[in-house]
């Protein structure tokens, strides 16, 4: 009666509270370089891999080749990889 045309409504369902999508993904990509884990990008070099959140959070490439996405933080570019620079030392 209330179903017009035929068409029916799907109601949006939570995602499940295991890691089972991922692992779908994760299994279904290619990659014959290095898969990043947050993003299933395929890069050359971990440090390439991309932020999953580029509009809130900074990427921050560590002296190990490694890298880390980390939150916008204070008023001026470079502060959270400025941050990450004075806890390495020690100095935070």
């Known amino acids: 009666m209330f179903n017009q045309g ?14 089972s999508w991922y692992k779908q993904q994760y299994e279904a990509v290619h990659c014959d370089k290095y898969l990043c884990p947050s993003t299933l990008s395929c890069v050359h070099f971990p440090h390439h891999c991309p932020c999953s959140h580029p509009e809130v959070e900074d990427k921050v490439e560590l002296d190990d080749g490694s890298m880390v996405c980390v939150s916008k933080g204070g008023y001026k570019a470079g502060e959270a990889a400025r941050k990450i620079e004075l806890a390495r030392k020690a100095l935070l």
């Open 6 to 19: 035929g068409q029916q409504q799907q109601q949006a369902q939570n995602a499940a509270s295991d890691s």
